[in-house]
């Protein structure tokens, strides 16, 4: 409907536009044929000027007449149809720029260089093991009694740190029965040192295996008296100051604290 509104309109102004140009042709007509009737009465040469002129003004005039009826004559306009049969043709024009969609992205991709890989975390390193504490060359104890042989025997043959963590348990537990003997007093508490080395590392194979495992301050506690009964009242300290970080008891009420108190009156008794 619009489109047959349009083409009403077009075809309305164009012939208004033709019925001007008649009109104004008109006008030019009968004023060229009073300037040709005042023309005759006039000189020749003024009359050959004016009919130049007059063609002039006839050539002009013609010219705007052209141009009007040019600009009066509607343009065709395509009809429904016309404009139905017209629309497919842009589809295969789509699918034709599909393939060159297509061809640009694979230039870019192929441009593009391919990322590289990450690199693969490299493994942690595994803890190095503690090294086990190195053990003394067997004293002398051709004195000791057939207990006490044993049981050296057992420490220096032991391999890793539990088991000579036991057995020289057993050393330290002879050397603390015997302890009236001096002998078996000095042997004893020579050991304070590698019995703390041997307890840590023991220790911490043990929690490996059995998280809950319990400790005993037995070794400590023998340990502290041996040192102590030696003199050595501050390594007898330190041992139950180490002995109470583990959370050892030594089987008394008081604990290693008590047992400390102790040690320290002794230490004070000797030096007084």
Not at 143 to 155: C, D, F, P, V
Not at 168 to 188: H, M
Not at 226 to 233: E, Q, T, Y
Request: aromatic fraction near 6%; include cysteine; proline fraction near 8%.
């Amino acid at each position: 409907m619009f489109k047959i509104l349009v083409v009403v309109l077009l075809v309305a102004a164009g012939i208004f536009l033709y019925n001007r140009a008649q009109r104004l042709a008109k006008e030019e007509r009968d004023e060229a044929l009073k300037l040709k009737d005042r023309a005759s009465a006039m000189p020749q040469s003024p009359q050959a000027e004016t009919e130049n002129e007059t063609q002039e003004e006839h050539q002009s005039v013609d010219l705007d007449f052209a141009e009007s009826k040019e600009q009066a004559e509607p343009k065709p306009q395509p009809s429904a149809e016309q404009a139905v049969a017209e629309s497919p043709e842009l589809e295969p024009q789509t699918e034709n720029n599909a393939p060159e969609v297509e061809v640009g992205r694979a230039e870019v991709e192929a441009v593009l260089p391919e990322p590289e890989p990450e690199p693969e975390p490299e493994p942690e390193p595994e803890p190095e093991p503690e090294p086990e504490p190195v053990k003394a060359a067997a004293p002398d104890i051709s004195w000791g009694n057939i207990t006490l042989k044993r049981a050296m025997e057992q420490y220096q043959a032991s391999e890793g740190a539990i088991e000579a963590h036991d057995a020289l348990l057993a050393v330290i537990g002879e050397c603390y029965k015997q302890r009236k003997n001096s002998k078996y007093l000095q042997l004893g508490q020579e050991y304070d040192t590698a019995y703390s080395a041997l307890f840590a590392a023991s220790r911490e194979k043990v929690l490996s295996k059995s998280p809950k495992a319990e400790f005993k301050g037995t070794g400590f506690m023998q340990l502290s008296t041996l040192c102590s009964d030696a003199g050595r009242f501050d390594a007898a300290i330190a041992l139950c100051n180490k002995a109470i970080e583990y959370g050892l008891e030594d089987g008394t009420v008081t604990g290693f604290e008590g047992r400390i108190k102790r040690i320290e009156k002794a230490r004070d008794k000797a030096s007084a």
